[in-house]
């Protein structure tokens, strides 16, 4: 029995809570997995999982056991990471969680120019708004834009993010063109979900202190950056948004700012990823384009040379 091979299985076993999952994750058959850890099992002299037709458990042996089993299978992984480090070369699988607009609109080239140069890669990629469990749901590397929580994950600033407030010309042309904050009414504002409905301003003068603040109480609320911007151009209401969303559009004239000397505080891209000794060679290569590609002055922003 190769003993490594079963605490694989083991550990997926104590994890997913199932057999048939944790069969379905290693390619295994589930009378294969139920006779590995049955066997671990015996060799152990100790029952290591409680069994009902609903879900397995851990006996306390086994909640032991399986954290000592974690560790060893982590440090295996580290020690493998380690030694691909010593090359550039990028290659297994690696498994990213992006946000939907940011990979639609930018990440895509960039990607495909990774993968290009890397062929022994696979990419897994995952696009989501929310903020993903890196470790429970085995991310290799999130991109996360906003502001980071104090957590264990490591992380690197990729890039700064604007928001600036910006609406069609059509919809200012009905309502007429704010001058101060004040003038902004809160049910011309759509609304971004994720984000909450107070909406914090400063003077790109003297960026670093929220001057003023409205409350946004329009009738659309979406947790999309894109499907906002799409509700913008069709004239529905003022929005702030990422310069990386609507960068584009205010350098064609389909959008234009709204009190262009205030902004929503600047906040930033990073790139996160688990904790470890050693960042394996395809998560640092990719970090190291993505700055390179995005920062520190994002081309996105181009639309203020127009």
Not at 31 to 48: N, P
Not at 88 to 107: I, M, N, Q, T, W
Not at 177 to 193: H, K, M
Request: charged share 25%.
């Amino acid at each position: 029995m190769d003993r490594l091979s079963t605490l694989e299985v083991f550990v997926a076993v104590a994890e997913r809570g199932s057999f048939s999952k944790a069969a379905e994750d290693l390619g295994l058959s589930n009378s294969a997995v139920s006779k590995q850890v049955a066997a671990l099992e015996d060799r152990l002299g100790a029952r290591l999982l409680n069994r009902t037709t609903r879900r397995v458990s851990l006996t306390d042996v086994g909640q032991a056991y399986w954290e000592r089993a974690r560790g060893v299978l982590a440090d295996l992984e580290e020690a493998d990471a380690a030694a691909a480090s010593l090359h550039d070369e990028a290659r297994g699988l690696l498994k990213l969680s992006v946000p939907f607009s940011f990979s639609l609109r930018h990440l895509s080239p960039v990607l495909s120019e990774f993968m290009a140069a890397h062929p022994r890669l696979e990419v897994d990629l995952v696009l989501n708004d929310r903020f993903v469990d890196i470790v429970d749901e085995g991310f290799d590397v999130a991109i996360r834009i906003g502001t980071l929580a104090d957590s264990s994950l490591k992380a690197r600033r990729i890039a700064p993010v604007r928001r600036v407030l910006a609406a069609s010309p059509g919809f200012l042309d009905k309502v007429g063109r704010p001058q101060t904050p004040a003038d902004i009414n809160g049910e011309w504002c759509l609304r971004y979900s994720i984000g909450g409905d107070t909406l914090d301003l400063e003077r790109e003068a003297t960026p670093g202190a929220v001057a003023a603040q409205i409350r946004s109480t329009g009738a659309l609320r979406v947790n999309n950056g894109d499907m906002i911007r799409n509700a913008m151009l069709a004239d529905c209401g003022i929005a702030s948004l990422p310069t990386f969303i609507i960068g584009e559009d205010l350098k064609s004239g389909a959008l234009e700012r709204v009190l262009p000397e205030w902004c929503a505080p600047t906040i930033a891209m990073y790139a996160v990823y688990p904790p470890g000794k050693v960042l394996s060679a395809k998560v640092r290569l990719l970090i190291d384009l993505l700055a390179e590609r995005f920062g520190p002055v994002p081309p996105w922003d181009a639309f203020e040379e127009a």
